[in-house]
Structures are given as structure tokens and as C-alpha cells.
């Protein structure tokens, strides 16, 4: 153990590294330092975390305070900077999956971790996607006229800044910039260490894509787990944590911070095969939906099957068409007393490999508690031609996303004609389901008027009359709906002049 000590402090750290006081004096998490001033002073990466969040934030205003056109540009530009520097993202890529298997990292990890040819081209027409899309940036939800010439509407806004950790998928920074870049907010990454070379090297071509107006700074990128718990304290200048990873990762977040955190702990989805249903398009269905990419979250975990198939012979063609694709199954306790398959450890279990659980239930009901009790209300599928089943299990199923005959993996922001996602939701406040554009904004409120005061509410007439949100402001400036002739406002919907920003 090596100690520094004067008359006002000390400091012990450990003695088998040489420069162990140095590195603590920096700031370091190591060694312990006791200061009669210490109550007085920031940690070096406190400091450095909140600048990071502030640059964030001014970089995002300035933004916002770009024409939809000029936003439009930015997605485009980096689009084809992806494309461009394709070669050189896959390179380091493949050092880091070369890496991630010389150190045993789980397959199902490397499958996430690995860009596949055409990846890279695919990510960058979702971006260009998510360009043409409509600008999500000060949309009138609602226009109210609340008394004569008093107009307020509910507008959409950014959400500030945006702090992303997420594991193994080096897509998703990709995705989660580029959203973060249409709905005008700032970004914070933290991706796992496994992908460090594919992170930077994607970070450095998408920031160097962004005009000088804006800045780098829009897009800061986390590089030690260190710094995490330090941001995690920023609930001033951080909006939204959004977690993408294992149960222990989101949960570990939730417990550690004040900031609002938008996530799904798992992926345990069920597709239920009813006894209407069409055998060969079930077989169709669950073998897509587990085998199509077994360690995604929208991948299905279980299998229920009505009880009548147990008869029908329909549960042995079900079984022959998973196990002929590849796929190892586990038995809940009623499939496990009459067919010869493992019983299943756990039936709230996400495999994350080619591998399910396998139940029979007695009807649709049973089916529904089944996923309510054993579920993660993330996606879930019923496979049938009862259409009376069918509006049962998506009108009373609690979940995200509910599906009738279609496979759990369209739950996805680019097949949802989003763009891209940010991650998939299963809270219950904002937004639910993947996460695009829409969930990464929030709303206020602009209220216009021409010197009208409250005055103990004797000063003005209400009549909260409701009007067309879809229509230009213009019309109903000055109390009336004009006719032909108005009052024009000098400022559109986002508050910039008519005549530009």
C-alpha cells in the first residue's frame, strides 16, 4: 500500500501499481483520499461528465434552431459518410469480433456485435428513410381558441439530452444517432466495451458529418464504465436514460438514478397457436418468429399450444417444424407428462439462441394468463381464423405490441415504417412498443394573444373553442376566423420569423 500524506490530507492507494497516487489525484476511482476539504470539491469526472451533457444540450439547441431542410441534409450527409467508409467500419468491426471470440464471449453476444455484409448500406437507407419522413419538430397537436384573439396550442419539442448504454449492437448507435439527430435532441453513448473499435470509428464518421452550426459536441461518446455513475447523477441536464441490454444492466440503472429511464428489462415473447389456426401458416409463423434472429428481444421465447392440437396430431407437426429448423425445446409441466422433452428450469426465460419452451393451454384465456404470469408484456403473437379469439387476445393482452398471424420479429422501429429505434419500450409512461421519432419528443405550450390579462378571470370571456390544428395560424390570428382577410402573425409554428430564422 502506498500513502501520501501532508497536514491537511491523506491518501491510500494500492502499492502494486506505480502510479496509483497520481491516477487518484487525476480523479481515478482508486484508492481513498481523506481532506478536511473534501466536502468542498467535485470529482474530476463529475466535472468532466456535466460538460459533456452541457455541450450536448447547447449543440442540440442550435439544432433545433436549423430549418427542417437543413436537418433533412444533416441525415443525408451522414448516410453517405456510413456508405462511404463502409470498408473501413467493417475492418474494425472484425477486430472486434475477433477479439469477442478469442475471450469466449456468448455467441448469441458476437451474433449481436457483428456487422454483416450489406448492414452497413442498410442502416444508411433507413437514415435517408428517416430524412424524407415529415419533420417531427413543432407538429400543432391541438389549437384551442381560449377567448377572443387568445390562441394556444400544443406543440412537439426535442426532449433535450438523450443518454443511450447499450451492449454488443454497434447498429444501434447508428440508429439511435440518427434519431437523435431528427428529433433535435442531444446524445450521450455508452456502448459496451466488446464493440469500443466498431463504436469509435462509427461515432468519428457520423459526428465529422455534422456542420460547423451545430458542432461534434451533439454526439458525445462515453468510453469508460467509470463514467456512467456520474452521468447517471446529471438529472439537471440529462432528460431520459434509455438502457439497451441485459435484465442486470436496466435494472442496475433504475436503482442509480433520479433521471426518468425508458426501457424493457427482457424479451420473452409468445406466439399462441389456437386450435383455429392454420397449421401451415402457425408452422410458417413460429419458425420465423425463433429462428429468423433467436437473439433478438422480439425473437419468441415460448410456444403455447391449445390443448385440442395435443389430439389433432397438430402439436406433433408443430413440434417436428422447430425441431427440423434446428431448434431445441423445453417443456412446460403440462407438454413435459406426455412428450419426451426436457423440462423447462424457468418459465419466464429469454434463450436468446435456437432454443424455446414449449406449454399447452386450455383456450385463448388461459393463454393470455399464461403470457400475464410468465411474460415480459414485450411481444406477443396468436395464430388463428377465429376472429372472436383473435379480438380477445389483442384487445385484453397487455403488451407492447400484440400480433394476430404475424411472426413476433416485425416488432421493430424500421419495419413499423419508424426509421429506426432507439430501443423497444414496455413502460407504461411515454412511449411503449419501439421507440422512434415520436418517443424521443415531448410537448409545450404556445399561447399568442394581444394584451389580454386574467385580472381575477374578469378580464377576459372564455369559450375554449377548438380549431384545426392543420391549418395555418395565420387564419385565426386577431379573434376571428378570417374570411379572406387576416391579422398575420410575424411568426410561424416553431416562433421563427416568417421571413427566416
Known sequence: MKMMQSAEEKLLTSGYTTDGILRALRGERIGTLFHRDAHLWLPVKDISARQMAVAARNASRHLQGLSSDDRKKILHDVANALEANEDLIRVENEADVCVAQQIGIPKSMISRLTLKPGKVSALAKSIQMLADMDDPIGQVQKRTELADGLILEKTTCPLGVLLIVFESRPDALVQIASLAIRSGNGLLLKGGKEAVRTNAILHKVITEALPES????????????????????????????????????????????????????????????????????????????????????????????????????????LILALQTAGVKLYGGPKVTDLRNIPSANNLHYEYSSMACTLEIVKDVNAAIAHIHEHGSAHTDCIVTEDIDAANVFLHQLDSAAVFHNASTRFCDGARFGLGAEVGISTSRIHARGPVGVEGLLTTRWLLRGHGHIVDGDHGVTFNHKELPSDVELEHFMGGKIANGTVNASHHDVHGNHANGI
Do not use: F
Open 214 to 317: 451545430v458542432g461534434k459536441k451533439l454526439i458525445g461518446l462515453v468510453t469508460s464504465r467509470d463514467e456512467i455513475p456520474d452521468l447517471l447523477k446529471l438529472d439537471d441536464v440529462i432528460d431520459i436514460v434509455i438502457p439497451r441490454g441485459s435484465n442486470k444492466l436496466v435494472s442496475e440503472i433504475k436503482e442509480s438514478t433520479k433521471i426518468p429511464v425508458l426501457s424493457h428489462a427482457d424479451g420473452v415473447c409468445h406466439v399462441y397457436v389456437d386450435k383455429a389456426a392454420n397449421l401451415d401458416m402457425a408452422k410458417q409463423i413460429i419458425v420465423d418468429a425463433k429462428t429468423d434472429y433467436p437473439a433478438a428481444c422480439n425473437a419468441m421465447e415460448t410456444l403455447l399450444v391449445h390443448e385440442e392440437l395435443v389430439k389433432s396430431g397438430g402439436l406433433d407437426e
